[in-house]
């Protein structure tokens, strides 16, 4: 059973920095795109960040890019947002997905994916 867990997210002040950390479970994802989408109370779930299957190619959404990175650890099955400056409207529940065709690039699109974790709360205050 494909499992997708993050962690790494909590509560810290505007200007500060998190990590966040996906540990994928039930299959090797060395070959597949990852994602994360982030979700604000109130609001539809975003794209945030992607990256291919081998790390070479990442992709941002305009409001991150230059704050975000996200990479990828193939031997241990994990993939990394580290954010930095965070602002209070990068306040949301973050979700790491998986894509589950082989070798295809990475894409900004939801339905591309089709493995998704529980999620996990990164709260910024002002």
């Known amino acids: 059973q494909v499992q997708l867990v993050e962690s790494g997210g909590g509560l810290v002040q505007a200007g500060g920095s998190l990590r966040l950390s996906c540990a994928a479970s039930?299959?090797?994802?060395?070959?597949?795109?990852m994602g994360w989408f982030r979700q604000a109370p109130g609001k539809e779930r975003e794209f945030v960040a992607a990256?291919?299957?081998?790390?070479?190619?990442?992709y941002y959404t305009g409001s991150v890019k230059g704050r975000f990175t996200i990479s990828r650890d193939n031997a241990k099955n994990t993939v990394d947002l580290q954010m930095n400056s965070l602002k209070p409207e990068d306040t949301a529940v973050y979700y790491c997905?998986?894509?589950?065709?082989?070798?295809?690039?990475?894409?900004?699109?939801?339905?591309?994916?089709?493995?998704w974790g529980q999620g996990t709360q990164v709260t910024v205050s002002s």
């Open positions: 997905a998986a894509d589950d065709v082989a070798r295809r690039g990475a894409g900004i699109g939801e339905k591309m994916y089709a493995y």
């Open positions: 039930g299959r090797t994802f060395s070959n597949y795109a």
């Open positions: 990256i291919n299957w081998s790390g070479r190619d990442t």
